[in-house]
């Protein structure tokens, strides 16, 4: 019915002069395809269309110059130093100019001999006596090879054994082709492209690859010019829509319909220590009536460190459970799981609510018995590692998954989770939070197939952490305020972090650490956590400092996320210039969850690098989330921030959130549209931008 088809996909080889071995390195650029060429975009450009008169040439320009050789002579570059160069003068009537060769063999020499008619092309530079071009690309000039080019010559992205010339001599080809026919399907409709007065998709690019004279070098650089919003527009709304249909296979699903009074609610919340705040009674309302719908719930829920996420979590749970259900909350390390674990059962065991708890370290005949509690529907609460969800955990009737602190995974992970949750015929309603602050662009873009809430409100009477950075030569200070803090009654972090890839000299280091300040703090109880302890032995440890039996705690990063220890007032992080800021936030976010005031110190060693000092002064002007991550994304770019990298969940193309995020409402709004009224095409952009990454899974 449809005249749309998907971008026609022929190889490289059936271009002229790319043979399998080029094929082979141009594969290593990524590009296998003519689709690929077509994406595949300059990054700047030279203008090669005129000629600059000599007298007319600055220091900075790149040019193409014309004119006659004067004399050409071999010189040497120092006295005694028997490098040998050639010196080329080179004349135009309105001014003289060196050009300069290093290398040269005897033929060039005499290719260059006086009153030969030169083009040069180059980069202009001051010299001793006039301008001059080093290495300049010349060419004699013939009556029958006298043409300019009529566009910028484009430079590519580029990579080792692929020439300039071989990108250009296929990307010409690969224009010619979209010139001749229907090669890249125009996939906006008429009516969007002309609202949004954007170009077509085919014009665009061969504009980006054959710019002509008279256009804007600094907007194309900048990525500003219209061609290029054009190609972001594209990329931006296949990204969403296929985030959007992800999310509609999620609502064709069922899930458990969870009807309660919300009377065991109210009593908890009546009987908690403290009241809520706005924000998080906000976010509970918005949960609460998820759970009573019949489409799965898929919600997002950031609040910054300390913003109170657990007794949403655990309310949420609650809701789950009064009506007969079982609930799962999952945390990413053993020793948040063990902390929730204390938390859960200290809330839940007066309500008659049996909590159990698994990681994949229990075995053996315990973990079949709280595997039987789970298969029997015993236990109501389950709380564990992420090692909980394995072949073997059966539920009798899981209405509900919490996973906290689920930052470091991208939509692939998130769709595998649903996956495994399914149970017969329902899907659970699924609940994720996380700490890190993701700026409306970010989280439109990459958690679009998910709801989304904000906690953002701190408990009242919190204190602005202070936070100090100084170098590791000031150690001896520092202990100091160990001292004196602990004299105050007050509980110290003292943070080693990974300064060597393997865990095991990590976990070394911090051994070290804490036997020398034991040893020069002798006065102090000094306690130890690394990832290679025994569970056991890292329960108690913990607990032990939660109790107030252990004054300074030496940890590695596995602190990092989620611990709770009101009394903790001081952190001490070595080599924090190593660490990133939102890892360096969550990690002084351990500190600053009581009413008295706290304190961070970053150390870091000598010499510091001018980023590393940027980031550091980021951690000492601001406390929140949010204003972290904004610098973070100035600074970095958005592709590293919050370590999306890592999980490849944010790579574009063209795109770049923060120079485009001005048009995200325009994408959520073309997005719409275009799946009411022009579904066919969907798929078709999807897979032009996101066909390689199997992320995506099947999206037709
Ligand atoms: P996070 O959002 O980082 O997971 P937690 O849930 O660990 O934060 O809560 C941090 C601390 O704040 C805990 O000690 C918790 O008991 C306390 N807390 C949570 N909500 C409130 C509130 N509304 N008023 C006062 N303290 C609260
Ligand atoms: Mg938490």
Redesign the pocket.
């Known amino acids: 019915m449809s005249n749309f088809s998907a971008d026609k996909i022929s190889s490289v080889l059936s271009l002229k002069g790319v043979g399998p071995r080029v094929a082979e390195k141009l594969s290593k650029l990524g590009i296998e395809t003519i689709h690929d060429v077509l994406f595949h975009l300059p990054y700047r450009y030279e203008d090669r269309t005129k000629i600059v008169a000599i007298g007319a040439l600055r220091p900075g320009m790149s040019a193409v110059v014309e004119g006659y050789v004067e004399y050409t002579e071999v010189a040497f570059t120092r006295k005694g130093k028997n490098r040998r160069m050639l010196l080329c003068h080179l004349s135009d009537g309105t001014g003289s100019l060196l050009m300069r060769f290093f290398h040269f063999n005897k033929q060039q020499q005499e290719r260059l001999s006086k009153g030969v008619r030169l083009r040069c092309y180059g980069d202009v530079r001051f010299g001793s006596t006039s301008v001059e071009i080093i290495h300049p690309e010349t060419q004699i000039i013939s009556d029958l090879e006298t043409q300019l080019e009529d566009s910028l010559t484009p430079l590519y992205p580029s990579s080792e054994g692929v020439h300039q010339s071989l990108l250009r001599k296929i990307s010409l080809q690969a224009v010619n082709f979209l010139e001749a026919g229907n090669y890249l399907q125009e996939l906006l409709p008429d009516n969007i492209l002309e609202k949004y007065k954007m170009p077509l998709l085919s014009d665009a690019i061969r504009y980006l690859h054959r710019p002509p004279p008279e256009a804007d070098q600094s907007s194309l650089a900048s990525g500003q010019h219209p061609a290029m919003q054009r190609l972001a527009f594209e990329e931006l709304l296949a990204q969403h829509l296929s985030l959007l249909l992800i999310r509609n296979q999620v609502n064709k699903q069922n899930s458990i319909v969870i009807h309660s009074e919300n009377k065991i609610i109210s009593d908890f919340i009546d009987c ?1 220590p ?4 706005d924000a ?1 009674h906000r976010v509970i309302d918005i949960i609460l009536k998820d759970l009573e719908n019949t489409k799965p719930m898929m919600r997002l829920v950031q ?10 979590a655990a309310i949420s749970c609650l809701k789950a459970i009064e009506a007969g259900y079982q609930a799962v909350m999952m945390a990413p390390t053993e020793i948040l799981a063990e902390q929730h674990y204390q938390s859960f059962t200290s809330w839940f065991q007066s309500l008659g609510i049996n909590v159990v708890w698994l990681s994949g370290k229990i075995k053996g005949k315990a973990r079949e018995h709280v595997l039987e509690q789970i298969d029997s529907g015993q236990a109501k609460m389950v709380i564990g590692t992420h090692a909980l969800f394995q072949k073997d955990v059966n539920f009798k009737s899981l209405a509900l998954i919490v996973i ?2 689920q930052h470091r995974f991208g939509v692939h992970q998130r769709l595998a989770l649903r996956e495994k949750g399914v149970q017969g015929k329902n899907t659970p309603h699924q609940l994720i ?1 996380t ?1 890190t602050p993701i700026p409306r662009s970010l989280a439109m873009t990459a958690y679009a197939d998910l709801d989304y809430s904000v ?1 953002d409100e701190l ?3 919190r204190t602005v952490i202070k936070t100090a950075v100084l170098s590791d030569d000031k150690r001896a200070e520092v202990i100091e305020s160990v001292r004196k803090s602990s004299k105050d009654g007050n509980q110290i972090y003292w943070v080693c972090t990974l300064i060597e890839e393997s865990e095991a000299i990590q976990c070394q280091a911090a051994e070290d650490a804490c036997v020398l300040l034991q040893a020069l703090l002798p006065e102090l109880k000094v306690g130890l956590v690394h990832g290679r302890m025994h569970v056991k032995d890292k329960q108690q440890t913990m607990q032990l400092f939660k109790e107030g039996a252990i004054d300074l705690l030496v940890a590695t990063t596995v602190i990092e996320v ?1 611990l ?1 220890v ?1 009394n903790a007032t001081l952190m001490i992080i070595e080599n924090a210039e190593r660490l990133g800021l939102a890892q360096l936030h969550q990690l002084r ?1 351990r500190v600053g ?2 009413s008295d005031a706290s304190h961070c110190l970053l150390m870091y060693k000598k010499p510091l690098g001018e980023q590393a000092k940027q980031r550091l002064s980021i951690m000492r002007e601001y406390n929140s989330g949010f204003d972290i991550a904004r610098k973070d994304l100035e600074l970095r770019g958005p592709g590293e921030v919050l370590g999306t990298r890592q999980t490849g969940e944010m790579e574009f193309r063209i795109a770049d959130i923060l120079r485009d995020e001005y048009m995200i409402d325009d994408v959520k709004k073309v997005a719409m549209e275009m799946l009411s009224n022009h579904s066919e095409r969907v798929p078709l952009i999807i897979r032009r931008w996101l066909g390689k990454s199997d992320k995506y899974g099947e999206v037709g």
């Open positions: 908690l403290y009241r809520l705040t998080q609040g910054d460190v300390g913003s109170g996420k657990t007794v949403v906290d602190e939070m700490a906690i408990p009242p009477g989620g709770d009101p976010g969850r009581g």
